[in-house]
């Protein structure tokens, strides 16, 4: 069993122009829409990122199997999956209100993740890994309003990681 911390990074692309669909009350906001399209590059209308935090906390399960078994040395291959919650700090500036960027459980992630794992002294580790993954978020706080007001996003991942470690109960097998 792994737990983790995945501490990723979005940024929305502010120089584009996407389909809208709905009802603005703010007739100033509501101008912007044409034809069911609204234009993000002046950041009058939305800024939208996740940069102090797409904070993905998954507990995954691991397979590991050793490739090279020395006095001092193992080289360890694991291949595994991982769920767990999103808890973003988004930084989200919609209709010019104040920027919402509260830390919340705002959806869910999961992954499938590959390493390889040089692990010396009996319990020191190096690991190297790729780590591939889809992340939905249904509640993602657009305003400080204690109102309903929230954005949806899913989308896939990919990531390559290197960290260092300690291993707990490590076997050794001939």
């Known amino acids: 069993m792994v737990l983790g911390i995945d501490h990723m990074k979005y940024v929305m692309n502010q120089d584009q122009t996407v389909g809208f669909s709905g009802n603005i009350s703010d007739p100033k906001y509501a101008a912007m829409v044409q034809n069911g399209q609204v234009n993000l590059a002046d950041e009058k209308f939305l800024t939208f990122e996740h940069t102090d935090g797409l904070n ?21 291959w ?6 767990g919650f999103m808890f973003p700090k ?3 500036k919609l209709f010019g209100n104040e920027r919402s960027d509260r830390f919340h459980v705002a959806g ?8 390889l794992n040089l692990v010396f002294w009996k319990n020191w580790m190096l690991r190297a ?8 978020m249904w509640d993602i706080k657009t305003t400080l309003n204690n109102k309903p007001d929230k954005a949806r ?10 960290g260092i470690g300690y291993t707990f109960n490590t076997k050794k097998y001939n």
Do not use: C, P
């Not at 694991?78 to 769920?83: C, V």
């Not at 869910?108 to 390493?115: E, H, I, K, P, V």
């Not at 890994?129 to 939905?136: D, L, P, Q, T």
């Open 56 to 76: 993905y906390e998954n507990v995954g399960l691991e397979k590991y199997k050793n490739l090279v078994h020395k006095k001092n040395i193992d080289l360890v």
């Open 90 to 92: 988004s930084n989200v």
């Open 108 to 115: 869910m992630g999961t992954d499938l993740r590959s390493s």
């Open 129 to 136: 890994e790729v780590k591939a993954g889809y992340i939905n």
């Open 153 to 162: 996003q899913d989308f896939v991942f990919g990531q390559v990681l290197a």
């Open 78 to 83: 694991s291949y595994g999956a991982g769920i």
